[in-house]
């Protein structure tokens, strides 16, 4: 329970920072840097010892959100960075590192560390995505919508994990993967689902009756998209578990 609260403390802080600086420049500042710190946790599982590759690839995480922040910019500037290219120079340039120190850097640990680099900071750059909706579609969003689906996203998240525990913890009998997870139930997952549809929806109201000034979204698609990003999240959860397990560690860091 005290993990659950220090979790839920750092969940609700990380919340009010991305509310607080999500009109400002320092919003980039504040993503990359959760970024980084969210890729340097895996990669203390993974147990890499390289230093070179650790440092090159913590800083690749953090130009990944940079970068999507600022692309338009580039574009208008008529820089224009192959995402595709320059992923494969990376590749490329950890796996040159790698040789230089292959008796203590395993080939699984440089793969792990190329995607964690990869996907974590391409995670974390759909706040930003999401805080200029109405930027790139005018015609559908109002600016209140940044605001609803950067809360809407977070809700996704974590609600579906705080619902699914409290569900599973005095509801749960049947074990969803035991193998993978033995605490996860059936049970706390339909949990998690119901109350990440309901808390979806009733923020959801609120702002379609309270905020909005464009009515572009109906409850139906609130209900789908929520039953979508629930499933994920529980999906990503349990991907988290399989790592701890193929790396014998117990936890992440406060970050994961």
Known sequence: MLKRTVAGILAALFGITIIIFRDTPALVIVV??????????????????????????????????????????????????????????????????????FEHTKFEQVASVIVASALVPWAFSTLIFLNDMSETYPEKFDKSYDLFFILFGLFAAWLTDTFAYFTGRFLGKHKMCPNISPKKTVEGAIGGVLGCILSCVILYVIFENKVFEIHSLSIWWVIAVSVILSLIGMCGDLTASVVKRNFGVKDFGNIL
């Open 32 to 101: 990359a840097a959760l970024s980084v710190l969210a890729t340097r946790e895996i990669e203390k599982v993974i147990g890499i010892t390289n230093k070179a590759i650790y440092y090159i690839s913590l800083v690749f995480s953090g130009l990944v959100v940079v970068y999507y922040e600022f692309r338009p910019e580039l574009a208008d500037m008529g820089i224009v960075i192959p995402t595709t290219i320059a992923f494969a120079v990376y590749c490329v340039l950890v796996f040159m590192l790698m040789l230089t120190d």
